[in-house]
């Protein structure tokens, strides 16, 4: 039996925002929700993987964390400053033919540098696993999960109806990047600053 708790943490972190919502309501307004589904999917994959492969090597995780938790954080930081600047510099409507949202397994290989999927898992493989079957926990996980993202992507597929002007796209995906690199340098701060 999945602890109760379980349902509104998983809840709470997966809709709330972070480097995943993000770039799903991007994707949504520059592809629509068509084409993003593979990345959503690809999220709720990854994040799974995330919280079996916690799990499984938690031991080895918690005497580690000190020595990855740096070289993990300063390598999703500069993904994610990276992707900001393809945010910033994405197209107009009239240029996305030629952009391609990301892949499913794109979207499940960012959840390796993604620093907020990594402690949703760790913090899932702490505190639910022990009370119930690993296989329970990241199955009911990706079903709360999905619908959770699937918002994000799904704002983001009606907001790119509205955003059909070259410059209202430029300024979307200007605050969105400039959103995540706010997210970025959160993270560096609290890097440099526990």
């Not at 079996?52 to 080895?60: C, G, I, K, P, S």
Request: net charge positive; glycine share 6%; proline share 5%.
């Amino acid at each position: 039996m999945i602890d109760p708790s379980f349902f509104s943490y998983v809840t709470v972190m997966s809709i709330t925002p972070g480097p995943n919502n993000l770039l799903l309501a991007t994707s949504g307004v520059n592809f629509g929700l068509r084409r993003t589904l593979p990345m959503v999917l690809g999220i709720m994959v990854g994040c799974a993987v995330q919280i079996v492969m916690a799990t499984l090597m938690l031991d080895f995780l918690l005497q580690w964390m000190s020595a990855i938790r740096t070289p993990l954080t300063l390598l999703g930081c500069a993904y994610l400053l990276w992707l900001s600047w393809k945010i910033f510099r994405a197209g107009a409507p009239e240029l996305q033919e030629k952009a391609r949202p990301m892949t499913l397994v794109g979207g499940a290989m960012f959840q390796a540098v993604n620093p907020k999927a990594w402690l949703m898992a760790i913090n899932v493989a702490l505190m639910y696993t022990a009370s119930s079957s690993l296989m329970v926990v990241a199955g009911g996980f990706m079903l709360l999960n999905l619908p959770c993202i699937l918002i994000w992507a799904m704002m983001g597929d009606r907001l790119g109806q509205h955003l059909q002007v070259a410059w209202k796209r430029r300024l979307f995906n200007a605050l969105m990047a400039f959103s995540l690199v706010l997210t970025t340098l959160w993270m560096l701060v609290e890097l440099l600053h526990p």
